[in-house]
């Protein structure tokens, strides 16, 4: 089973507005990683957080991890129509590959 | 910049076929991973090499071989295509095992 699950499956917003993607797991984790896939391609990273880390913030991307309820959110603040992509989550558990969820589909209307 | 390129963008084969998907970084990174993404299913791993001539098996090796001759490059096998294959295909690399993967551009396999 997938230890990443992204919640909501799909997400629709205006233009300027913020965008929150959550994501829960059920084992320990080293760290947690969010990712990106445009329509059709390969995924970019986004941001790594670790597992001694809060909060961790990149331009418009903010990234919470909570330990003891095994969850991170993903917050995009004054998205743009550009932000249109799939994004997913992928867990280390202190071993030597990542697992990723099934992906968030975030629709961006301009 | 990065870069992991993968050998095809489009591929379509046929049943009983030996497919090669060929997998390329150029940065010189120890680890390299084979994935296949499949629609409210993520990605899954198929195998993944941590140094030339090693590979370990990830979640759903049935059906896969992998190559890994040289450290720039690692190369999926399908011995027989089935159309249970058919999928997105994505190739990655880290230089930490569980670190930043950086990925190719997919494959898009159809097997007919």
């Known amino acids: 089973s997938q230890q990443g699950e992204e919640d909501p499956q799909a997400l629709s917003i205006q233009e300027g507005e913020n965008a929150t993607m959550n994501c829960s797991y059920k084992t320990s984790i080293n760290n947690l990683q969010w990712y990106r896939q445009n329509s059709g391609r390969g995924l970019v990273h986004l941001i790594l957080?670790?597992?001694?880390?809060r909060e961790k913030h990149s331009g418009r991307l903010r990234v919470t991890l909570d330990t003891s309820k095994k969850s991170s959110s993903l917050l995009i603040t004054a998205s743009r129509a550009a932000d249109t992509a799939s994004y997913f989550c992928?867990?280390?558990?202190?071993?030597?590959?990542?697992?990723f969820g099934a992906g968030t589909i975030l629709r961006v209307k301009s | 910049d990065v870069k992991v390129t993968q050998s095809s963008r489009y591929l379509v084969k046929r049943t009983g076929e030996k497919v090669f998907l060929e997998c390329v970084q150029d940065?010189?990174?120890?680890?390299m991973f084979w994935y296949r993404q499949d629609p409210g299913l993520g990605l899954r791993l198929i195998y993944f090499?941590?140094?030339?001539?090693?590979?370990e098996k990830g979640d759903i090796p049935e059906g896969y071989s992998v190559s890994r001759e040289k450290k720039e490059r690692f190369s999926l096998i399908l011995e027989s295509a089935s159309t249970n294959q058919t999928s997105m295909y994505l190739c990655?690399?880290?230089?930490?095992?569980?670190?930043?993967?950086?990925f190719g551009p997919g494959t898009r396999l159809t097997v007919l």
């Open positions: 940065m010189d990174h120890e680890n």
């Open positions: 992928a867990t280390d558990q202190y071993g030597n590959k990542l697992v």
């Open positions: 990655a690399s880290s230089s930490i095992r569980a670190d930043t993967q950086y």
């Open positions: 957080i670790r597992s001694n880390e």
């Open positions: 090499s941590y140094d030339v001539k090693m590979k």
